[in-house]
């Protein structure tokens, strides 16, 4: 396995599990199409992630050695989260019509701003599944080149969420259309699925 074919795993995977739509991107989201402290926000994100990304490709590997039932059983679990996650995205392209809700309604000043991606990003059980479990885990398979790996991951979590930040203003017309979430969520499924089937049969 290549330095480049770990950091693009990486990228991939950290994508697929960003995107999906929730209270923080819907957060982010709501603070780039208002101009708010963007920077501040989406840089609170990324750097969250990066802390529990570099935690979980760093720690998981000792954790394993030392106990070597841990990783089957995480990778299990690992899968079977992503199966009910690939559900619930399937569920919700089926139903449409979902309105992003922000966490704020109101202008907020940029400490409350911060403190409330703070609190999405580190009250959300799914944050430390998806970094310390299923990337640690999964990290722990790229022999050698760990590093690559969580550096990818970290990588598009910063593309994901100045992109989001930042380019909100223009996604804006194209998701006040119901069918373009409709489509984001089915195609989220299909990878959350596809990951999954690699855990299981790539074992």
């Not at 603070?31 to 802390?51: I, N, P, W």
């Not at 089926?94 to 403190?115: F, N, P, T, Y």
Request: proline fraction near 2%.
């Amino acid at each position: 396995m290549t330095f480049a074919s770990a950091y693009l795993a990486g990228v991939a995977l950290g994508l697929s599990l960003i995107l999906a739509i929730g209270a923080q991107n819907a957060f982010v989201l709501r603070q780039g199409l208002r101009g708010e402290h963007v920077l501040a926000v989406v840089l609170t994100c990324a750097l969250s992630d990066a802390v529990l990304i570099t935690a979980g490709v760093s720690g998981f590997a000792a954790l394993a050695q030392a106990a070597p039932w841990i990783a089957p059983v995480l990778r299990w679990g690992g899968a079977a989260f992503l199966v009910i996650y690939g559900a619930k995205a399937l569920l919700a392209a089926w139903r449409g019509g979902e309105a992003l809700r922000a966490a704020d309604d109101g202008a907020a000043g940029l400490r409350r701003a911060v403190l409330t991606c703070l609190a999405l990003t580190w009250l959300n059980p799914h944050v430390y599944l998806d970094t310390l479990v299923l990337l640690g885990s999964i990290a722990s398979r790229f022999v050698g080149v760990e590093a690559a790996f969580g550096v990818g991951a970290v990588s598009a979590s910063f593309l994901f969420f100045f992109a989001l930040g930042y380019g909100a203003r223009l996604l804006r017309p194209v998701f006040a259309k119901p069918a373009a979430w409709r489509v984001l969520d089915a195609g989220i499924a299909v990878v959350m699925w596809s990951i999954a089937a690699g855990l299981v049969w790539g074992g």
